[in-house]
């Protein structure tokens, strides 16, 4: 599976920016796809997770500017992160984690790195105060 992100950028406080991300190679319908990301001299953390069944994961910094969105026909996910902060700078990653259709699908994604098994390569958002 590779996963490659766009969409970075630089953009001023309270200012939007979106994130995507294209999926490609042996995906399945059973999925977990999301957005961790990492500043610098922090541990990567998840920002945004979605199920292919529906449920999703904000982490409580983001939550009601950041959106997690998908389009299964274009096997894209996107982030749509709006009243952007400079706490909000970091390298945003992708990751997904397919599982078989006869494997076990957990109830609820993974939050952790260990949790996902296909990493897009990161993308910069530098927000500036």
């Known amino acids: 599976v590779r996963v490659v992100e766009s969409g970075g950028g630089s953009v001023q406080s309270g200012g939007s920016l979106r994130l995507s991300c294209a999926a490609s190679?042996?995906?399945?319908?059973?999925?977990?796809m999301g957005w961790f990301r990492q500043a610098p001299g922090k541990e990567r953390e998840a920002v945004a997770i979605i199920k292919s069944d529906g449920p999703t994961f904000y982490a409580h910094s983001v939550k009601g500017r950041f959106t997690i969105s998908q389009d299964n026909a274009e096997n894209t996910l996107y982030l749509h992160m709006n009243s952007l902060k400079p706490e909000d700078t970091a390298v945003y990653y992708c990751?997904?984690?397919?599982?078989?259709?006869?494997?076990?699908?957990?109830?609820?994604?993974?939050?952790?790195?260990?949790?996902?098994?296909?990493w897009g390569q990161g993308t910069q958002v530098t927000v500036s105060s």
């Open positions: 990751a997904a984690q397919y599982y078989l259709p006869w494997a076990y699908f957990p109830a609820q994604c993974s939050v952790t790195v260990e949790g996902f098994g296909n």
């Open positions: 190679g042996n995906t399945y319908s059973k999925y977990c």
